[in-house]
């Protein structure tokens, strides 16, 4: 299933999602978009503690497939593998709206 990964996510008022970050005790919003794109590259590094060399190197090689393209075709264990990662790592603003974009709803 082909998937457009440049596809911005949303706060619940429908304005852009920006990145934040944290510095010194106190959080800042950067000028980034939050995008499927880089939420499924950083899902796909998490927590790699218990994973084996396979899969390690199977998480690898979709990011790469990812940062590569904007619209990038994924085969259905691809889909599977990112929403469970993306659930597992996210808060409920970022991944339910990943799920619904990668299921294209």
Request: glycine share 4%; proline share 3%; aromatic share 4%.
């Amino acid at each position: 299933m082909k998937i457009d990964l440049n596809q911005e996510l949303k706060k619940i008022d429908g304005t852009p999602l920006m990145q934040q970050e944290e510095s010194s005790g106190s959080v800042v919003t950067l000028n980034k978009v939050i995008t499927l794109k880089s939420i499924c590259i950083n899902a796909l590094f998490g927590n790699e503690k218990d994973l084996s060399g396979d899969d390690k190197m199977k998480r690898y090689l979709l990011a790469i497939k990812i940062e590569k393209g904007s619209i990038v075709d994924f085969s259905t264990e691809e889909i599977v593998l990112l929403k469970k990662l993306i659930n597992q790592f996210f808060p409920t603003i970022v991944a339910p709206q990943c799920c619904l974009l990668l299921e294209k709803k």
